[in-house]
């Protein structure tokens, strides 16, 4: 191999610039390794970390509620010298909560701990926050966290935290592939050796050889109908590992918001109800009393969006279809209103037409997080399999990597913590690697054939009659995830939709493109993200009906009680010779002594 | 930049100096003549007058054309020499105006 | 509700095939609560799938979908097309004006980000960093709460008639992200900051041609920053000694 | 082309101006006529004095009312905070520059068919 112009080297190459890449990318560069190359199939600053609208979470101490005033009293700054609220600890045990005793323990200590000192780091590097009054950085409340502790700038978070991002990895020289797709992942005897990508503009395919690759694809909510990823969230990291021979887990666990715009399911903050919004069904009330008295609105989302399911399943829901319920925000006031969720009221206005500031908006469960992806370990090293032993040379982090700190179900705020906290020591990690001394691999098999093969097959008219749009089974696989793998799950369900997976894949190796050109050609791009979406929806599928329980978001009709005999542990599946996924499993990571499992309550 | 502002200054002064000059010189229209222009000029001070409103209005006019000049990527790139042009025309109608006014 | 049918003009050209953009025509039926970007969707998954535009959030905030529709510019995924069909039942889409096509409605926005990286728009922090955050009063945040929502989305560039003529001028979006760094506070060099957007292709090169503001689908005021910036850029030495002083105090509480 | 008030108060704005330069330049030659004498200086005058330039003349006093007014309304722009009325604006400064224009063109016109 190594023989055309089509090659292209670096030290380190990243693919994905949200938050968790560019940090990685950022880190690197500023520790020393110069030669660092970011492809991303978007224009950095177009990635999703930008959507993130309610905070990243960190137990700074700057508010609390006013005193005797309960738990859900308005908030204040803390004054200086007085008890503080909040800690590292309280944090961690919110999240192993959250996670349902899923969430590896030694991790979630590592994200908690460097939240305090990745949120003021955000900070130094000029983000602007919203303040307390004495200027301190300010703070809300978030669902399943006990503290006000989402560290916010309005409710456009994610998007100030990732253009600074940017602009610092700008300023330290990174070198960014700017509408590069990555297409396969090279790994040979357990080494991982580069990427095959395509730049967009040409259509030209490039290998991509480095000493260390690191993933921050994001996530996968696009098999889903109703969802509020990105139309780019198309989990391709996730399936370009996949076949590269490398196992994915705790794919099963997917979180559905409880508040996505009704039949849109563009996000409608959490803030929403972390700044006081109720959920009432049809008749007006506000049935979460009934599932967690205590919480309320504010209960974990898994939690709530499961209460909105029942709610409209037993015929209680809002709309034509009756999948709605309503968010009421019209007791905020316009003034808080327009402060605090300026964003969050615009989306509503012109996407349902409706005016938060007066009126009940209609509201849907969405999928929205994928707390499964690519294992990884607390410095972002790929894993090879339930013991634990590293892919050389291959990091990921961010929402398509699995380092398991959401365990079956993340709390809000906690994945810009995530992406950033482990994206950041990928970094450190991968500027070690590369320091010690790690040799450029040699490729040996030529992969780029391969992959320009796949593209050949899909621009080629298969023999008449056969041929299919790659976007009809986009939308099929869609509604069967929907249908079957969504918020609640059965046996019989998880069944129907593996086989319509499979029925779908097949129908694949007959799909082709209208736009053959090799220019900008998002045509092919949207046949190969939908292979994608296939190829990992059948994961989550067999890991779904695998787990025969119900922990976290993933919740079954016919197993409706969490079993820690049997399932306290990460479901590992490896692609198997004929492509199906082989389940194994590997413990998890808990500290029997301090944070033993117990019934989740809220 | 120096040019931006002198233009908006000499904008400023030039609001003054053609508002005068319109009232004075233009209203009522008629037919100008060297004899009623030389009378007006006896008085040093409406020489004075033409002189600063002539200084403004070249340098108004001069920078304003390299302005759009230069704002055309093609001719941002000889933007020296149509300074020094610019410069060059505004000393030689300067002096030539002056002269004139002198005349009178 | 009777469903309508429309008709987009959509603008098409590939570089490599075609002589010059033309317009095509598609078909589509009206739904309800249909967004432009709906429409694209439509037409590229049922029609012509080689029609091609970039697009990902589908809520307005990250920026990719900033296209000219019947001659203003807009972000289609958060514009209804109820609103934008015409007495004939038409809609036209074009790409963003004034930059190079690389197909159909997918602009070259190279220059654009140059000029996004000639501003540096990173904070160039003081020495003297706090343990913790940096104490900013509400109004200090509150200045700077519209340029730091700028999603680069390139409509206001790509409207401003002086990008027409120079693209060595920095733009709007530019300026704005320059404003937004001058202003805050924890900035330690606004005075090279201004110094460079006091030469002639930066602020001076805008003339007040309004139409950023027009474009901006997030309602910013580019205009209302390159006018503050030209004042600071005049008494930028008494505005760095301010700064230096604000800079004394960036670890008390603000008040 | 990005229709727009703006913009056609742009291209009035640079249009006039640079109409105004090219007056300038001929009106300081007629009137520098005067170095070289009344004579020179009375022929010169009188080249312009035909009533076709008369009527040229309103076009002048157009020209430089209008970027009068515009540049007034972009000094108010600078030094207050208005982009809000922007529009309004140039309407603004358009009307009072063809309110202007006809007050001042009229005896123009009128004196042009006299003479
Ligand atoms: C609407 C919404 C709101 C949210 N709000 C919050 C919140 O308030 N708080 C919180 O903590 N979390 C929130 N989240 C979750 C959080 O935003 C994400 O988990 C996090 O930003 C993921 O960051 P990332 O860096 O892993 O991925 P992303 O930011 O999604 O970046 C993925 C990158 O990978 C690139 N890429 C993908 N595929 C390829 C390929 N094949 N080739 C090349 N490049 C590729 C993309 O171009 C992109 O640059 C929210 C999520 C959504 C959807
Ligand atoms: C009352 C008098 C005048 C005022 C208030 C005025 C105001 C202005 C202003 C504010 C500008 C700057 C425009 C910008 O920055 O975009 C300008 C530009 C210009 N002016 Fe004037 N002006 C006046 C008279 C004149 C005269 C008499 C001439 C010609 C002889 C002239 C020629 C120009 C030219 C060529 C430009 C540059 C065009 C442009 O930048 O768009 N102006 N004027
Ligand atoms: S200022 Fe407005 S129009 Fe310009 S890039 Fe930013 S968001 Fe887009
Ligand atoms: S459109 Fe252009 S000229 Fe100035 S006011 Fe806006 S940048
Ligand atoms: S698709 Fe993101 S702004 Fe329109």
């Known amino acids: 191999m190594n023989k055309s112009a089509n090659v292209i080297t670096h030290d380190v190459i990243v693919v994905g610039a949200g938050l968790a890449g560019t940090w990685a990318a950022m880190i690197a560069s500023r520790e020393g390794v110069t030669d660092v190359g970011v492809l991303s199939k978007l224009h950095p600053l177009r990635s999703h970390s930008g959507a993130a609208q309610g905070g990243i979470a960190g137990a700074l101490n700057n508010v609390r509620p006013v005193p005797d005033t309960g738990p859900r009293g308005p908030l204040e700054q803390i004054p200086p010298g007085d008890d503080l609220i909040d800690s590292w600890e309280l944090h961690m045990f919110d999240t192993i909560k959250g996670s349902d005793w899923l969430g590896d323990q030694d991790a979630i200590e590592i994200m908690v701990k460097d939240a305090i000192d990745i949120v003021y780091t955000y900070e130094h590097m000029g983000c602007v926050f919203s303040r307390t009054p004495d200027g301190r950085i300010a703070q809300r409340r978030f669902g399943g966290h006990s503290a006000p502790r989402a560290n916010y700038a309005a409710d456009w978070t994610g998007h100030v935290l990732l253009h600074t991002t940017h602009e610092q990895a700008l300023k330290n020289g990174v070198k960014f592939y700017s509408e590069w797709v990555a297409l396969d992942l090279i790994v040979e005897d357990n080494v991982c050796k580069g990427v095959i990508a395509m730049e967009m503009q040409t259509g030209q395919l490039v290998t991509m050889r480095a000493k260390a690759v690191m993933f921050g694809t994001g996530g996968y909510g696009r098999a889903w109908k109703i969802t509020s990823n990105a139309i780019a969230n198309t989990g391709d990291g996730v399936a370009i590992v996949y076949n590269a021979g490398v196992p994915l887990m705790d794919m099963e666990f997917v979180q559905f918001h409880p508040t996505g715009l009704y039949q849109h399911g563009i996000l409608m903050s959490e803030a929403c109800r972390g700044e006081g919004g109720y959920l009432r069904n049809k008749d007006g009330d506000r049935f979460m009393e009934k599932y967690a008295p205590d919480k309320m609105e504010l209960a974990p989302r898994d939690l709530v969006s499961r209460s909105e399911q029942t709610e409209i399943d037993e015929g209680r829901g809002i709309g034509d279809d009756g999948q709605g319920i309503y968010l009421d925000m019209t007791h905020l006031g316009r003034e808080k209103i327009l402060e605090r969720l300026p964003q969050v009221r615009d989306i509503a206005l012109n996407f349902v037409g409706v005016d938060i500031i007066d009126d009940l908006c209609p509201i849907q469960p969405t999928a929205h997080y994928s707390m499964g992806g690519i294992p990884a370990n607390a410095n972002g090293q790929v894993i090879a399999n339930a013991a634990g032993d590293p892919v050389v040379g291959l990091y990921a982090a961010g929402e398509c990597a699995c380092i398991s700190v959401h365990g079956a179900n993340r709390l809000g705020t906690n994945s810009l913590l995530d992406a950033s906290v482990f994206g950041r020591r990928s970094g450190y990690a991968i500027a070690e690697f590369i320091k010690g001394g790690a040799a450029l691999p040699e490729i040996e098999g030529d992969h780029l054939t391969r992959t320009q093969a796949r593209i050949t097959r899909l621009k080629s008219d298969p023999a008449s009659g056969k041929g299919e749009n790659w976007a009809k089974i986009a939308r099929e696989l869609k509604q069967t995830m929907t249908d079957d793998c969504g918020i609640f799950r059965s046996d019989e369900g998880l069944r129907r939709a593996l086989q319509k997976v499979k029925e779908l894949q097949g129908r694949f190796a007959n799909a082709h493109v209208m736009d053959k050109s090799n220019r900008f050609n998002t045509d092919v791009l949207g046949a190969i993200e939908t292979e994608n979406l296939l190829t990992f929806s059948e994961v989550i599928v067999s890991s779904a009906l695998a787990r025969t329980e119900s922990r976290g978001a993933h919740s079954r009709t016919d197993h409706t009680k969490r079993d820690d005999e049997d399932w306290l542990k990460h479901t590992m599946a490896h692609k198997t010779d004929d492509g199906t996924p082989e389940l194994s499993y590997k413990g998890v990571n808990i500290d029997w002594e301090k944070y033993p499992p117990q019934e989740r309550k809220y | ?104 | 509700m009777t469903n309508k049918k429309i008709t987009v003009r959509i603008q098409r050209f590939n570089p490599d095939t075609d002589q010059k953009p033309y317009l095509q025509d598609f078909e589509v039926e009206l739904a309800q609560g249909m967004t432009i970007l709906d429409a694209l969707h439509l037409i590229k998954e049922d029609l012509d799938g080689s029609v091609t535009f970039r697009r990902s959030c589908r809520h307005a905030i990250c920026g990719s979908c900033a296209m000219n529709v019947n001659g203003q510019n807009m972000l289609v995924c958060e514009t209804p097309l109820r609103e934008k069909i015409d007495k004939n039942g038409q809609i036209t889409i074009r790409p963003l004006p004034y930059l190079p096509i690389i197909k159909d409605l997918v602009v070259d926005r190279s220059s654009f980000w140059a000029q996004y990286q000639r501003v540096k728009p990173w904070l160039i922090p003081p020495d003297n960093v706090p343990e913790k955050e940096f104490r900013m009063s509400a109004e200090e945040v509150a200045a700077l709460n519209d340029a730091e929502h700028c999603i680069m989305c390139g409509a206001c560039y790509s409207a401003c008639q002086v990008i027409a003529l120079n693209k060595q001028y920095i733009g709007p979006h530019a300026l704005l992200k320059a404003f937004l760094r001058v202003l805050d506070p924890r900035d330690a060099d606004p005075r090279a900051r201004l110094d460079d957007l006091d030469k002639g292709d930066g602020v001076y090169r805008c003339h007040t041609i309004f139409n950023c503001i027009d474009a901006c689908p997030k309602g910013l005021n580019p205009t209302k920053a390159i006018e503050t910036l030209r004042k600071l850029a005049m008494k930028r030495q008494a505005f760095e000694a301010a700064r230096k002083e604000r800079q004394k105090t960036l670890d008390k509480p603000v008040n | 082309m990005y229709k727009s008030t703006g913009f056609i108060s742009f291209v009035l704005r640079r249009f006039t101006g640079v109409a105004l330069v090219l007056y300038l330049f001929m009106h300081i030659w007629v009137i520098g006529g005067a170095n070289s004498g009344a004579e020179t200086f009375n022929d010169r005058m009188e080249f312009l004095g035909s009533p076709l330039f008369r009527i040229a003349e309103i076009g002048l006093l157009a020209a430089v009312i209008y970027h009068a007014f515009d540049g007034i309304r972009l000094l108010i722009v600078h030094y207050f905070d208005v982009t809000e009325y922007r529009k309004s604006l140039f309407y603004a400064a358009f009307v009072v520059s063809v309110i202007l224009t006809i007050a001042g063109g009229l005896p123009i016109l009128l004196h042009a068919l006299e003479g």
């Not at chain 2, 209203?27 to 600063?52: C, M, Q, T, V």
């Open chain 2, 1 to 104: 930049m120096r040019i931006f502002l002198l233009q908006r200054y000499t904008a400023v002064a030039l609001l003054v100096f053609l508002t005068i000059h319109m009232v004075v010189v233009h209203y009522p229209p008629g037919e100008i003549h060297f004899s009623n222009i030389a009378d007006r000029l006896e008085n040093p001070l409406w020489k004075a007058i033409d002189i600063a409103f002539l200084f403004a209005v070249l340098i108004h006019a001069l920078t304003g054309a390299y302005m759009v000049l230069t704002d055309v990527e093609r001719f941002d790139r000889f933007k020296r020499a149509l300074a020094g042009i610019a410069v060059i025309a505004g000393v030689l109608l300067f002096i030539y105006g002056t002269q004139t006014i002198l005349a009178f």
